[in-house]
């Protein structure tokens, strides 16, 4: 593949897995502020995304076997238009019925959505390998600008849904995703260059498990990662700012949706910068693997000591108050700071350890703990807030970065003896 096709195509995956995270984060902003205001618990609320994420497990196992299988652009298509399914299912919600029937359709729709996610994401970071310079820390740069991006359009995403719901209401705001992403999936199928691997037929199922303690040992980091960001992210922290913004009047709802919706669109856009300027500020281009192996443990320490503060003040306090809501927005800014480093060096770390002929299935596995991370973060999130308040979000949330610190020790650069920590 000549550098010219190699770019095009990069252009065109990127293109595709922008408008994806486009609606997922709309999708997941839109589910949680509508269905909290029809009055479902934070356990229930969860519940609305743990399907989303034990098929993100499943699909990640599997896709990168597919994608070797099958081709990259087909998972990929795959992924864009099961979002576009899933919208329009979740278009036919019927506001009569009961909440155990809606928990239940939600829950499948989300499932159906976390498929589509995984096979996006997977197609999308697995050409990122095959596609990226190999000089001057050409890889790095090039997982880090697409990660990066993704997540500052995710960001975008919170605060279009939370926009919509307050304007357009639930229904017309998820058929206007729909109609945009399928509109877009034509687009980058028509224009998407040739040059990615269109599969082999000898891969076996089997290859999906790696032999690899590197791939492994990142993949527990990647776990506990995830879990302790989206043990406070998916419901604590929202619910806790709309009790003290909303004053329960319409307009009130409305003026919390935004802010709430406006913190977190700019908590992922702040997230997905610093994740595309980590190979600046790690100055990764002049450093060799094992160093920086060696700063994902330690910036895996200085994540620790963000939300264990962070819980400290929030069990002294008690109860909310303005010092703490103003504390809080600004820890949990510094935090996604922070976090955005740690991903970023996960990104590329996977895809430094992995081959180019197993890039998909290792991507995939790795992509699965990910995603086991967030289904561990969703179920404590919804648990731990019903159960001890955010206090007890946050301080989960340490213990997990805590593990992911751990994991991070026992990974070494390739060609180096392991060493006992």
């Not at 037929?201 to 790696?210: D, I, N, P, R, W």
């Not at 669109?265 to 060696?294: C, D, S």
């Not at 596995?365 to 179920?379: D, E, I, K, P």
Request: with cysteine.
């Amino acid at each position: 593949m000549t550098r010219q096709s190699g770019l095009s195509a990069y252009v065109a995956v990127t293109a595709a897995y922008w408008a994806f995270m486009l609606t997922d984060g709309a999708l997941r902003m839109l589910v949680l502020l509508h269905f909290h205001t029809l009055g479902f618990s934070p356990v229930q609320l969860a519940y609305l995304f743990v399907l989303y994420e034990i098929a993100g497990m499943v699909t990640n196992l599997s896709a990168g076997w597919v994608a070797a299988r099958f081709g990259l652009t087909s998972t990929l298509y795959a992924g864009l238009g099961l979002q576009v399914v899933a919208l329009v299912a979740l278009a036919q919600l019927d506001p009569g019925w009961g909440i155990g029937l809606s928990v239940a359709y939600v829950m499948a729709v989300q499932g159906a959505s976390g498929v589509a996610k995984d096979l996006a994401k997977m197609s999308s970071k697995s050409a990122v390998k095959l596609l990226a310079p190999k000089d001057n820390g050409g890889l790095f740069r090039w997982v880090a600008v697409l990660t990066g991006s993704k997540n500052a359009v995710k960001g975008v995403g919170f605060l279009l849904g939370a926009a919509l719901l307050a304007t357009v209401g639930f229904v017309g705001a998820v058929w206007g995703m729909a109609l945009l992403l399928a509109v877009i999936l034509l687009a980058v199928a028509v224009a998407m260059p040739a040059g990615l691997p269109r599969g082999r037929k000898g891969a076996k199922f089997s290859e999906v498990f790696s032999k690899s303690a590197n791939v492994n040992w990142l993949s527990v980091a990647r776990v506990f990662l995830f879990g302790a960001r989206d043990v406070w992210f998916v419901v604590g922290i929202p619910i806790y700012f709309y009790a003290v913004l909303s004053d329960g009047t319409e307009d009130g709802n409305r003026a919390a949706f935004f802010m709430i919706g406006s913190f977190m669109a700019f908590w992922i856009v702040l997230y997905g910068a610093v994740q595309a300027a980590a190979p600046r500020l790690l100055r990764a281009a002049t450093r060799p693997e094992h160093e920086l192996v060696g700063e994902a443990r330690r910036w895996a320490i200085m994540l620790f000591l963000v939300p264990a503060i962070l819980a400290l003040m929030a069990f002294l306090s008690g109860e909310p108050a303005v010092w703490l809501t103003v504390t809080l927005v600004a820890g949990l800014l510094f935090f996604g700071g922070i976090f955005a480093v740690n991903s970023s060096l996960h990104s590329y770390l996977i895809l430094a350890f992995t081959r180019d002929e197993r890039v998909t299935m290792d991507v995939g596995f790795y992509y699965m703990a990910n995603a086991g991370g967030r289904l561990l973060g969703t179920v404590l999130s919804g648990v731990s807030y019903q159960t001890g308040g955010l206090a007890l979000c946050l301080g989960t949330a340490a213990v997990m970065v805590g593990l992911s610190v751990l994991a991070s020790g026992r990974l070494r650069a390739e060609g180096t003896p392991e060493v006992a920590t």
